[in-house]
């Protein structure tokens, strides 16, 4: 990416035009898109166009069509909906449309049009550009073009990027929005959760998604749901509804005292008629007696600010559309940007629109595996786990072959902590396994605090953050003989570590006391948590989005009132290790004018361009609006430029253009509530480590079993390298690697993975905050 970025387009002499719309239904992130696109393409030598109003602004063409420059979008990442506009356009669905929306981009010199919308907006995109030929012609012939205009423009240029918070895209994993969407609803739902609870009451809650069931899915996951309706999988069995009023009335004798059920506004039953959420409220009040609420979450879903994700999404993709439209041949088809195994990638936009179509498709002909299957790989593998930790199998634990699994929390708190532990709570638990849950960390098993847990000791964690276990850094070494010997006395068989760095050393520490101590010779999992994101193994750990998303808050205060008081820097220092993670994506999502890393360092040569770059871009402020600007520091950027050394040399230089405040976030980053994201990720590294215990504890039993502290369930020795291993989350996949091959890819000393995957997104951020300088 860094090649490319600042190399100028050659368009055979003339300055390409670049068009970016939005339509369709608005989407967070839209705007952080159109600014990659803007930014992206005004570095890259050519001039940038905004469509208002979606296709309407094509068709009606004049103002609607407007240049952009650098500062045009300044402010746009924080900003929910599309600030240029989205509309329904009945005229572009008709020739007459797209014959005027030609003869206006062709009028304006436009070469390239980039589309950001869902599957409709990429529908029409495509029609458009198949039928392009056909349209100059018809428009030469009616002499509405020159045959020389024509000909100047005779290939359209189109890329899709999929703005559609309902993530029903095929051919990418997630779309623009979703991910916020999630978040409101997420933010919904937890705050009827606690009225629920109140008042023991059930609530039915619809969410948004004609065709695709992702939001309410991901939405029942994150919330701890009691159930979900999606179109892609309607309930099985004629007698559904007395199944289901079973399970609930089961949950309600256990001591739940809240029944959440969320209905996707486009569920079906396998008949294909609608499942309301007036037929779920019906259900619940008429069969069950409950005090049954409805609440119908409608456009609150669609607003505000965008999260992180969308944030960078939108930005990443703008930025790659760009380049997709300087690399565009007319034997090359459409590209739409998706994103896939987390990377951005480029597809064949005809390919994705038939794709998504057949979706719908499936499920008018009943086949519901295929709908399932046409989603993306984790979609499936999430329903079942959804399902797997919602309904308590009614003979839980205790049995023959149960494993007993401890549970520790290690290092500092991070969001998706407790969502993990109670993941492997009740999905052990329904496994038949005895899951204990270690207190306060290795102090704390040192000292014998192990406890039994239940289904219902975890009802409620997966909203919570911190550590309701409780957690600190201590590491076994404490006391290993103790650890031994408590994991004996408790005859643990397998052990899940839910922590950071610490538990990731913890872990290689009882792996070589293996041959002092047998009691350590069992499965174990490491499943990252930490703010830090700094665990090798693994491109995500739980807490990291929290924590992202906690910064961008502030960040976003900060720089609103660094705006208003004009002329203000403001130095942000964040967490991170020696790892740049936290402040390199959340620097992106903020728009930040600099970003200092431990990777990179701070010197003296770095400041003085920084002092340069402010000093240019306050100048050339307009007058009476000089912007508020934010620099994140990552604390270990530097011994020596500590964050009261770079805003005072910032200060001292900047003269009386501008001045500089310091902000230190400090434990404000740990976040309150688990973002969604974390919240799923939790689900789904918990459940895929209580599978990887099983299959280890089973592979040791067979090779060898002289183990003398097991005395029930399953013998459990297994002294295989492989059965230690960190749960990681790769593209989109869940892997396990053994600590002790992780090491190589370690570095120990700085306490984080030796490779980071996210240095392109530091050079994007540098891009488009105007920081050629530091591209060179
Ligand atoms: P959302 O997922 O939010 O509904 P969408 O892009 O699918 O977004 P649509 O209303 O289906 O939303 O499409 C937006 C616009 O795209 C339409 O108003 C129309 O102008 C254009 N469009 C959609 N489908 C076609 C088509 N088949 N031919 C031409 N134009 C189309």
């Known amino acids: 990416l860094a090649d490319h970025l600042l190399k100028v387009d050659d368009n055979g002499g003339r300055r390409r035009k670049i068009a970016i719309l939005t339509s369709g239904g608005d989407a967070p992130g839209m705007n952080a898109a159109v600014r990659g696109v803007v930014r992206a393409a005004i570095a890259r030598g050519c001039d940038a166009y905004a469509v208002h109003e979606g296709y309407q602004g094509l068709v ?374 005895i899951p204990f849950g270690i207190q306060n960390g290795f102090p704390g098993l040192i000292a014998g605090q192990v406890k039994e847990m239940k289904w219902m000791d975890v009802d409620g964690w997966i909203a919570h953050g911190g550590s309701e276990l409780g957690t600190n850094r201590d590491q076994p070494s404490l006391d290993l003989g103790m650890v031994s010997y408590q994991l004996q006395k408790f005859n643990i068989q397998s052990l899940l570590l839910i922590g950071g760095f610490e538990a990731y050393t913890a872990c290689l520490e009882m792996y070589n006391a293996r041959n002092v101590y047998p009691a350590f010779c069992m499965p174990m999992v490491h499943i990252p948590a930490t703010i830090s994101n700094n665990v090798p193994g693994t491109e995500f750990s739980l807490g990291c989005d929290t924590s992202l998303n906690a910064i961008m808050e502030s960040c976003d205060a900060i720089k609103q009132s660094a705006t208003a008081s004009r002329k203000r820097v403001f130095v942000v220092e964040v967490h991170g290790g020696k790892s740049g993670f936290l402040a390199v994506m959340s620097g992106l999502a903020v728009g930040a004018t600099s970003v200092y890393i431990p990777e990179e360092g701070i010197n003296l040569e770095r400041l003085q361009k920084d002092v340069n770059h402010l000093c240019q871009r306050y100048a050339e402020d307009a007058e009476g609006k000089s912007q508020g600007r934010v620099i994140i520091r990552s604390e270990a950027a530097s011994k020596t430029y500590s964050t009261d050394i770079v805003s005072a040399i910032i200060k001292e230089e900047g003269h009386q253009q501008f001045d500089s405040r310091t902000a230190i976030l400090g434990h404000i980053q740990q976040g309150n509530s688990p973002s969604p994201l974390d919240r799923v990720r939790a689900m789904r590294l918990a459940i895929c480590s209580i599978d990887f215990i099983e299959e280890h504890a089973c592979a040791g039993s067979s090779a060898s079993s002289t183990a003398s502290h097991v005395s029930t369930g399953p013998a459990v020795y297994n002294k295989d390298p492989e059965s230690i291993a960190v749960a990681g989350i790769q593209g989109s996949n869940v892997s396990f690697t053994s600590v002790e091959g992780l090491l190589k890819d370690t570095d120990l000393k700085n306490r984080k993975p030796a490779q980071t995957w996210w240095m392109d997104y530091k050079r994007t951020g540098n891009l488009l905050a105007h920081r050629f300088d530091l591209l060179k």
């Open 60 to 433: 009606d063409g004049g103002h609607m069509i407007k240049k952009m420059g650098w500062d045009d979008v300044q402010g746009y990442l924080s900003t929910g909906g599309t600030v240029i506009g989205t509309a329904r356009c009945k005229a572009f669905r008709e020739r007459p449309g797209r014959l005027q929306a030609a003869k206006n981009m062709v009028k304006e010199g436009i070469d390239a049009l980039i589309v950001c919308g869902g599957d409709g907006s990429l529908t029409g995109a495509d029609l458009f550009r198949s039928e392009w030929p056909s349209l100059l012609k018809e428009l030469v012939s009616a002499g509405e073009l020159t045959k020389e205009e024509a000909d100047n423009f005779s290939h359209l240029n189109i890329v899709g990027l999929v703005g559609s918070i309902d993530n029903d895209m095929s051919s990418t994993d997630i779309t623009i929005g979703a991910v916020t969407c999630l978040h409101r609803i997420c933010e919904s739902i937890d705050s009827i959760s606690s009225t629920a609870s109140s008042h023991s009451r059930a609530f039915v809650v619809e969410v948004m998604g004609r065709h695709c069931g992702w939001l309410a899915l991901m939405a029942g996951i994150a919330t701890g749901a009691d159930f979900i309706f999606i179109p892609e999988r309607p309930p099985s069995g004629e007698d559904w509804q007395d199944n289901m009023c079973a399970e609930i009335k089961r949950h309600r004798d256990l001591g739940k005292r809240k029944t959440i059920v969320i209905v996707c506004e486009g569920a079906i039953d396998s008949n294909l008629k609608p499942i309301t959420s007036k037929d779920m409220m019906d259900l619940l009040t008429d069969r069950l007696h409950l005090d049954t609420r409805m609440t119908i979450l409608g456009h609150v879903q669609r607003g505000g600010t965008p999260c992180v994700f969308d944030r960078n999404l939108a930005t990443m993709q703008g930025v790659e559309a760009v380049e997709a439209v300087l690399d565009s041949r007319p034997d090359i088809p459409s590209p739409m940007i998706g994103m896939n195994e987390n990377k951005i990638t480029r597809t064949d936009l005809m390919k994705a629109v038939a794709l998504t179509g057949e979706v719908a498709k499936a499920i008018a002909r009943k086949d519901f595996i295929g709908a399932m299957d046409l989603r993306d790989p984790a979609f499936n593998q999430q329903y079942e786990q959804f399902m797997a930790t919602t309904l308590a199998n009614s003979e839980e634990g205790d049995k023959k072959e149960s494993l007993r699994i401890g549970i520790i929390n290690v290092g500092a708190p991070a969001g998706g902590m407790n969502a993990a532990v109670r993941a492997a709570v009740r999905y052990a638990r329904n496994r038949g396994h």
